[in-house]
């Protein structure tokens, strides 16, 4: 986009951000912005576009072996939301002036980061009831406390995003209620996804309050609008009921309903895990970054392709 | 050196004789795979009837910072809204 030059000085132009930021106006990609506002967004979004893209494996891992025809249709629409939300997510970073070839090559060289929940496989069909079910139940939450982010791509993304994300949470607890009906095999697969899938689940939310001294910024600026731990429980809360309608159990001895918060209280979540998988060695890190690398790189003919088609055109007319 | 594509953005019009309103964008190397891309990521539950797209690079924008100064002229020309005037009392359905 090109654009008429602005007059105004600096100074101005920063009250003029903090004006906005306290009028609950949104920032937009020509607004000037502080340049740690503008980072910090880069950071963000681009790792919220690497998880929804690198999520698509997991899926797809059970496409071929979806159980039935209207399976396999679903599952493949869900699969193709999540390249939708990753480009969505993608353009709104490139409104900051990253471009997406960066974002990719920061993907690649370990620099940008996605979703930690991503690192764990799908071992049976229950694990596909799990993820749409209790994974995009948790990005919901996440994502509808985004739509009154500051920066006005991000927040549009996240409207947009939201309006596909529901259809993805029931399709995955319509496949977790079947399996619960199901036989006995059946109902220990779903009781099982379940187990594994519980608290990697809460830890999307990411670390307690009391441990993430980075996020004042981020409030600040009304990037963040609620506390990982405000997050996790609105998410516990919603989800415990859920599971008790279709008789499946939380894997979670300490789990109990607190009167006077009118909330669960959970146990205490293995954070060593967590940064175990974090750093690397969870039990499908490399291979999720090894499977993009190489589909990356075998795409790269047909952009180039593309990109001489172009050319070629443009000498026509 | 690698390429994404270049930058297109999408405009689509929800029902016929609507408007078209901004969608967002899609990267796609020409004017055909910018539709079909467009249609893939912006209409795939009926969002759409027809789709724009237009290269980001061809798009003007006015600045920001200038919105006070270059809307000005609007500013003091309350007597383009219909609420200006006073009717006669009585006078029906104007
Ligand atoms: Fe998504
Ligand atoms: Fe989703």
Redesign the interface.
């Known amino acids: 986009?090109?654009?008429?030059?602005?007059?105004?000085k600096l100074a101005?132009?920063e009250t003029?951000f903090e004006r906005k930021i306290q009028a609950e106006e949104k920032i937009?990609p020509?607004?000037?912005m502080p340049e740690a506002y503008r980072l910090h967004l880069i950071r963000q979004i681009s790792q919220h576009a690497h998880s929804e893209v690198i999520g698509m494996q997991p899926e797809g891992n059970w496409l071929l072996r979806a159980p039935s025809l209207r399976s396999k249709q679903i599952l493949l629409?869900k699969i193709?939301?999540e390249g939708?939300h990753g480009?969505?997510l993608y353009?709104a970073a490139?409104t900051l002036g990253i471009?997406?070839?960066e974002m990719?090559r920061q993907l690649h060289e370990g620099k940008a980061k996605y979703s930690n929940i991503f690192n764990y496989p799908t071992l049976t069909w229950a694990d596909i009831g799990a993820i749409g079910w209790l994974v995009d139940g948790a990005a919901i939450v996440n994502q509808v406390a985004l739509q009154r982010t500051s920066f006005g791509p991000y927040a549009?993304?996240m409207f947009?995003i939201c309006k596909?994300e529901s259809f993805h949470q029931r399709q995955g607890y319509e496949i977790m209620a079947t399996m619960m009906k199901g036989t006995p095999e059946q109902k220990k697969m779903a009781q099982d996804a379940m187990n594994r899938w519980w608290w990697p689940s809460l830890m999307m939310f990411g670390p307690h309050d009391s441990d993430s001294p980075h996020s004042g910024d981020a409030f600040k600026w009304k990037i963040k609008r609620k506390s990982n731990d405000e997050l996790r429980q609105k998410f516990i809360d919603k989800t415990v009921q859920q599971a008790y309608v279709i008789g499946l159990t939380i894997p979670d001895p300490l789990l109990k309903w607190n009167e006077d918060k009118q909330g669960y209280d959970h146990g205490p979540i293995d954070w060593s895990e967590f940064k175990n998988v974090i750093s690397g060695n969870g039990p499908c890190n490399r291979q999720r970054m090894e499977h993009h690398k190489f589909w990356h790189e075998e795409g790269?003919w047909v952009?180039?392709a593309?990109?001489a088609?172009?050319k070629r055109?443009s000498t026509l007319n | 050196m690698?390429?994404?594509?270049?930058?297109w953005e999408v405009f689509v019009q929800g029902k016929s004789g609507g408007q078209f309103m901004h969608a967002?964008?899609?990267?796609?190397?020409?004017k055909e795979?910018a539709l079909k891309y467009a249609r893939?990521?912006y209409t795939?539950?009926n969002e759409g009837s027809a789709i724009w797209v237009v290269l980001?690079?061809n798009?003007?924008?006015?600045?920001?910072?200038?919105a006070e100064?270059f809307f000005d002229p609007a500013n003091d020309k309350i007597y383009r809204h219909p609420t200006f005037y006073t009717m006669p009392e009585g006078a029906l359905q104007i």
């Open positions: 986009m090109q654009q008429t030059t602005g007059k105004m101005e132009l003029n937009e020509r607004d000037a629409a193709q939301d939708g480009l969505y353009s490139e471009s997406r070839e990719i549009r993304a947009r596909e790269k952009r180039e593309a990109d088609y172009k055109i | 690698d390429t994404q594509l270049d930058l967002g964008s899609v990267h796609a190397s020409d795979m893939d990521l795939r539950r980001s690079n798009i003007v924008s006015s600045a920001p910072e200038d100064m």
